[in-house]
């Protein structure tokens, strides 16, 4: 028998076992036989074959609510949704695992999983950071609930590193509006980024930045504003070098000070 003659046969033997799966695994689909279903179900989700399993899942999930698999059922389904990288919908079947069994075994694991769904739809702190929220309310939602679970110094962790990445984007939202010449918004942008985040460990170069704003809206305010921000840049260059005597922004701090004292007594 030449080599192409056993490559054909080859061929034709994967797809007649490729074959035999398939005709196997629609059979239980099309059976209407819960028990078959539930047991084969399980039997896919064990050997990690998500998407058979989510499909035979689908079919009994209602059917088998006040049975005794019902609780596994919904929980595991909801884990085929999460290991098949549907992220949306795994949040949103943990969360109403929750809701539908609240006693049960699983509970804990379905809340933190709820969270870690939201995680893993965060993304680039330069996008919309609405999953961000959702998830660090979740973590820290969890971490009440759960005080004495395992899983409390995860839940911080990952809440420290969406906090920071809340951060970046705040702090990228003020240096915009600072670079765009909108001073006035560059500053309220900075103050609130420092009413969220005083541990940031950008904070000396946001309060610069702070001061160097307010003085140059005072410089391009009309006349009848300009004494009122130039007090304003004072204030926050005095609050400036007041806290980091060393500091490398120091001198222009220094020099903002000067040249605002200065101009502010010339409108008097």
Known sequence: MNRRSLSTIL?????????????????????GDTELVVENALKYYEAEEYLRAQTLMELVINSVRGLSESEEIYFKYAYTHYNLNNYVLAAYY??????????????EEADFMEAYSYFKQSPSFRLDQTNSRAAIEGFQLFANTYPNSSRVEECNTLIDRLRRKLEQKAFDQAVLYYDLKQYQSATHAFENLLKDFPESPDVERVRYL???????????????????????????????????????????????????????????
């Open 94 to 107: 943990f969360k109403n695992f929750r809701s539908t069994f609240p006693n049960s075994e699983y509970r």
């Open 11 to 31: 061929v034709f033997s994967i797809l007649i076992l490729l074959s035999g799966c398939r005709s196997e695994f629609e059979k239980i689909r099309a059976s």
């Open 210 to 268: 702070m001061a160097k704003a307010s003085y140059l809206l005072a410089e391009n305010s009309v006349f009848r504003k300009k004494a009122e921000r130039y007090e304003e840049a004072i204030d926050y260059a005095t609050n400036f070098s007041g806290r980091y005597d060393s500091s490398k922004f120091l001198k222009e701090i220094n020099d903002i000070l000067e040249d605002s004292d200065k101009k502010l007594k010339s409108l008097r």
